[in-house]
């Protein structure tokens, strides 16, 4: 079984969190390993009709933020990597800068270390130079800068398109395929370029 860790934290979106944690435990191969943090609850209670307790059981192994000495806090625990979903500017400075005081920000910080994954769903905007240079920083250590931009060539109907179109899309990054929004050119509706092409040059 593989091994994933989920860090959550208080941006908005913990809906990226937890979809990101249904969506693996429908492919039903990855063993999850969460951690949120005391703001991340904050903001789950303002958007989301779920409470925690839901969340924690999605996930095989809950880790406590403050507890420094979780196995994900190790180079020797095996993962493929983590994702941060949603991810604050406080925890991205903290992960770009080292400052490793709680366990998401080391856990980052040891998966890059390891030269394992990382992804970061920053959630912010607009962005001011101080943070666009943390990011780029970030970026230049390993992490893959992830904001969950969403796309629109799928015709996303509802708010859940739009989120599972963006957690597949983080999963992919980790060689997970979870088809849970439709590719462009693979699916009925979803036209392949050559038929854009095609169907603009017909009505010209
Ligand atoms: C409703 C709500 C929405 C927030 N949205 C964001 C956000 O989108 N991005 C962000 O960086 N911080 C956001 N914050 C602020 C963070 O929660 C705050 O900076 C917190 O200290 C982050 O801590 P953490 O990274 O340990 O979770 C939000 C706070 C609240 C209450």
Redesign the pocket.
């Known amino acids: 079984m593989k091994r994933l860790i989920i860090g ?6 913990t809906i990226y969190g937890w979809r990101l944690m249904e969506m693996l435990r429908s492919e039903g191969d990855t063993e999850i390993h969460l951690v949120m ?4 609850g ?2 789950l209670k ?2 989301c009709d779920i409470d925690r307790d839901y969340i924690y059981s999605l996930a095989h192994e809950v880790h406590q ?1 403050g507890n420094i000495g979780a196995s994900i806090s190790s180079g020797s625990f095996h993962s493929e990597g983590m994702v941060v979903a ?7 400075s ?1 992960i770009a800068m080292g400052n490793t005081g ?1 366990l ?1 920000s080391r856990a980052a910080d040891v998966v890059m270390k390891e030269r394992r994954k990382l992804v970061v769903a ?4 607009p962005l001011h130079l101080g943070h666009l240079e943390n990011l780029t920083r970030l970026a230049r250590i390993g992490a893959v800068i992830f904001p969950p931009v969403p796309a629109f060539y799928n015709r996303p109907k509802t708010l859940e398109d739009i989120v599972d179109q963006s957690c597949m899309r983080m999963l992919d990054q980790f060689g997970i395929t979870v088809d849970t929004a439709p590719r462009w050119g693979e699916r009925d509706g979803v036209p392949a370029v050559g038929q854009t092409l095609e169907s603009i040059k017909g009505k010209a």
């Open positions: 959550v934290t208080g941006a908005t979106g943090s005391q703001s991340a904050l903001t303002m958007e933020p949603p991810c604050s500017i406080k925890t991205m903290n709680d998401i920053i959630r912010e905007t």
